[in-house]
């Protein structure tokens, strides 16, 4: 079937993964309706799996920051990005459960990219973090990729990403099982920590991974053992960046999770 996905059409495809679809939207700082979409229906072109990768690297790629990191004489932190945004589609595909519903969802905004597909990895977090542990939901999906040298050798891909953000001094970022969804998310974020992270703002990010759900001031702070009051301002710090999204009450019944 690896064929039929990547080199059919989706009136094929949907034959046999009768859920096929694959969603790429752009969304501007100030509104959470995309402003820019790319889907598998699309009508403008074959939406089969290597036209969708093909279409969504070049948007993917465009306008993205070039961080300055000198090797020898050359700027590499192009390339460096470049193999970020490149790597985490080429995942999302390989890893994606096609009889599930909430297929492929890419969502580039000003300030990060997150990669969502359906299936949850089929190795632990840790184990992927770790890397030369590769055990991918399509494995002929994978070998094609790799013949044709946009991906690297099984397991190396996600700890590379991680390795980056940190060399780039950007914010950690997000590697999860959406339980609920039963979908995987990744994503990465363009945002120097050394001048957004504060005291307490990456532990309320981990107890909301953790959690997977709703919580409320109340209940973080309990958790981290820290005043209500910073807790509050830490969150509201996390809002604007966009980390974490409330339930739009002020005061009582507010609650936030996680943005993915």
Request: proline share 3%; glycine share 4%.
């Amino acid at each position: 079937n690896c064929a039929i996905l990547l080199f059919t059409t989706p009136a094929i495809i949907k034959n046999i993964y009768p859920l096929y679809f694959l969603d790429y939207q752009e969304k501007n700082q100030v509104s959470s309706i995309w402003n820019k979409r790319i889907t598998s229906d699309d009508i403008t072109f074959n939406g089969n799996l290597f036209n969708f990768f093909n279409l969504v690297l070049k948007n993917l790629t465009n306008n993205l920051p070039n961080p300055f990191i000198l090797e020898g004489v050359e700027n590499k932190g192009d390339s460096k990005i470049y193999y970020v945004v490149r790597e985490g589609l080429v995942n999302a595909l390989v890893n994606c459960d096609f009889f599930l519903e909430n297929q492929i969802k890419i969502i580039k905004e000003e300030n990060s990219i997150s990669f969502k597909n359906s299936g949850k990895l089929k190795i632990s977090i840790t184990q992927a973090l770790q890397g030369g542990n590769s055990l991918p939901r399509n494995t002929s999906l994978m070998t094609a990729f790799r013949n044709i040298g946009v991906c690297d050798r099984g397991g190396t891909g996600i700890p590379r990403i991680f390795n980056i953000a940190q060399e780039l001094q950007y914010e950690t970022p997000l590697l999860m099982n959406d339980d609920i969804n039963t979908t995987t998310i990744l994503k990465f974020y363009f945002i120097n920590k050394l001048q957004t992270q504060s005291n307490y703002s990456q532990d309320i990010l981990n107890a909301l991974t953790k959690t997977n759900n709703w919580m409320s001031i109340s209940e973080i702070a309990n958790i981290l053992s820290v005043n209500r009051s910073i807790i509050s301002i830490e969150v509201n710090e996390l809002i604007k960046a966009k980390k974490v999204i409330d339930n739009n009450k002020q005061t009582k019944g507010k609650k936030i999770k996680i943005n993915i």
